[in-house]
């Protein structure tokens, strides 16, 4: 089993600024099968990024993901109020499906 | 615009059976190219996946499941189903329905269901 090992466990960042969020795996995610969900209180997580880099539909261009092999990073260039949230990052190279343990995004 | 709807008890006693359903509109449960699977969250802690199935019948679970996990499908309802046996107190969580691209994303969530798992 891959076990996906996210960091920050929290990190504070003021609006418009950038935010740089890590997933690392304990093993090579096979094809860069990597994604990235965004889960605000009391609701389900939404698709962010898939394939490591690629948007899913509707999502702004200031989400970017990149990384391979390993180490995996979710990028937010300028931070809008409602982005604030908890982040997971998933595999789907190999089974089973894991999840990181999350990364909480919070207002400084 | 595909939307997924769990179902069931929100109290369980523990050694007991968890039952949900996941109900699907706005799209066929048999479409070949997507699963359809549960995911947990215990409250305030991540992401776990359970299991899916597919309209041909192919299951997947979670390794640390799957003695106690059974998820299967209902085409003619549109529906899936979980089953979890012999639960405990660390079987508390929210259960998400959702659905699985052939790749693995998972593209649509259900709102998601608190069970608690209490006598």
């Known amino acids: 089993e891959i076990v996906l090992t996210q960091s920050p466990g929290t990190l504070s960042v003021s609006p418009g600024e950038r935010a740089t969020l890590s997933c690392r795996a304990s093993?090579?995610?096979?094809?860069?099968?990597l994604v990235w969900y965004q889960q605000k209180p009391g609701q389900a997580p939404r698709l962010l990024i898939y394939?490591?880099?690629s948007r899913a539909s509707g999502i702004p261009d200031r989400f970017s993901g990149s990384g391979s092999g390993t180490d995996f990073t979710l990028t937010i260039s300028r931070l809008e109020p409602e982005d604030f949230a908890v982040f997971y990052c998933q595999q789907y190279g190999s089974f089973p499906i894991t999840f990181g343990q999350g990364t909480r995004l919070e207002i400084k | 615009q595909l939307q997924l709807q769990e179902s069931g008890p929100g109290l369980v006693k523990p050694s007991e059976t968890l039952s949900l359903t996941c109900t699907v509109s706005?799209?066929?449960?048999?479409?070949?190219?997507?699963?359809w699977g549960w995911i947990r969250q215990p409250p305030g802690r991540g992401l776990e996946w359970v299991g899916s199935t597919h309209y041909s019948g192919k299951t997947f679970y979670t390794p640390s499941l799957k003695s106690r996990v059974t998820v299967s499908i209902d085409t003619s309802k549109n529906q899936f189903s979980l089953r979890l046996s012999s639960v405990t107190a660390a079987d508390s969580a929210v259960y998400y329905c959702?659905?699985?691209?052939?790749?693995?994303?998972?593209?649509?969530w259900g709102q998601g269901t608190l069970v608690t798992v209490s006598s």
């Open positions: 706005g799209g066929s449960i048999s479409n070949k190219n997507y699963y």
């Open positions: 093993q090579s995610v096979r094809s860069s099968l």
């Open positions: 959702a659905e699985i691209s052939a790749a693995g994303t998972i593209d649509y």
């Open positions: 394939g490591a880099s």
